[in-house]
Nanobody, 122 residues
Framework: QVQLVESGGGLVQAGGSLRLSCAASGRTFSNYAMGWFRQTPGKEREFVATISWSGYNTYYADSVKGRFTISRDNNKNTVYLQMNSLKPEDTAVYYC???????????????WGQGTQVTVSS
């Protein structure tokens, strides 16, 4: 089992920045690729970004490419999502997830956190 706890969400104005963190415990964190997803009420959870176990490979949804950066610190068992130039449409609950390999597919992730709310005001 891998336990994941997100933090760092909050309220920010459009154009601002936030950094989300996801702390992992349980099985060896460095064995897992990690992903960030987001969900708004009435919509399906959607892919945001993913990172390989080494951190060398990253992939982003087109909607966040160039604005968001995913990174990880395997010594701290933590994955981050740096979000810059935030837009009101980025408002969502953000979830981190763990998987054996990087993927944009929600169904392939084995472990999920509880989520953290990000609200971007216009």
């Amino acid at each position: 089992q891998v336990q994941l706890v997100e933090s760092g969400g909050g309220l920010v104005q459009a154009g601002g920045s936030l950094r989300l963190s996801c702390a992992a415990s349980g099985r060896t964190f460095s064995n897992y690729a990690m992903g960030w997803f987001r969900q708004t009420p009435g919509k399906e959870r959607e892919f945001v970004a993913t990172i390989s176990w080494s951190g060398y490979n990253t992939y982003y949804a087109d909607s966040v490419k160039g604005r968001f950066t995913i990174s990880r610190d395997n010594n701290k068992n933590t994955v981050y999502l740096q979000m810059n130039s935030l837009k009101p449409e980025d408002t969502a609950v953000y979830y981190c997830a763990a998987n054996k390999y990087p993927s944009s597919l929600l169904r392939e992730y084995d472990y999920w956190g509880q989520g953290t709310q990000v609200t971007v005001s216009s």
